[in-house]
């Protein structure tokens, strides 16, 4: 599934050859369907890619498509999908706001039970000074 520009869900539609199907369902049991149906769709892709990037070469020979299979794995082996130390970044980042946000926090109490604290000493003071008779 994809995403508009309003975040509303559109359904994309791909078929899955049986081959494709079979492997998948094979290769990936105790997976969500959803899981399934997104690893076919990436796989039907690559598929498509490689024989339109042959079929563009001129005549589709083997060797034609096993260098576009090869480039298309390439590439997809060369992307990173997720990461791992961009997500160490992320949470390291996320725990050193946590902690400073958690150490501001006490701070702040401490500052305002401190003016309480202030508070309460003068109002006891004003409250048993002696009043001049009159």
């Known amino acids: 599934m994809t995403y508009n ?7 994309v539609v791909v078929e899955v050859s049986p081959q494709t199907h079979e492997i998948v369902e094979t290769e990936m049991t105790g997976e969500t369907d959803e899981v399934k149906h997104e690893t076919k769709a990436l796989i039907e892709a690559i598929k498509r890619r490689a024989q339109s990037e042959a079929e563009s070469a001129g005549t ?3 060797e034609t498509y096993v260098n576009a299979v ?6 997809i082996e060369g992307e990173k999908l997720i990461e791992r130390d961009r997500l160490e970044r992320s949470w390291t980042n996320i725990q050193e706001d946590a902690e400073r ?3 501001l926090l006490l701070k ?5 039970s401190d003016r309480f604290q ?3 000493k003068a109002a ?6 002696p009043r001049p008779r009159s």
């Open 108 to 112: 702040e109490v401490a500052e305002v």
């Open 101 to 103: 946000n958690w150490n």
């Open 70 to 75: 090869r480039r298309a794995r390439e590439v």
């Open 5 to 11: 520009a309003n975040n509303e869900e559109n359904l």
């Open 124 to 129: 006891w003071e004003t409250f048993t000074a």
């Open 60 to 62: 589709l020979t083997i």
């Open 118 to 120: 202030e508070s309460a």
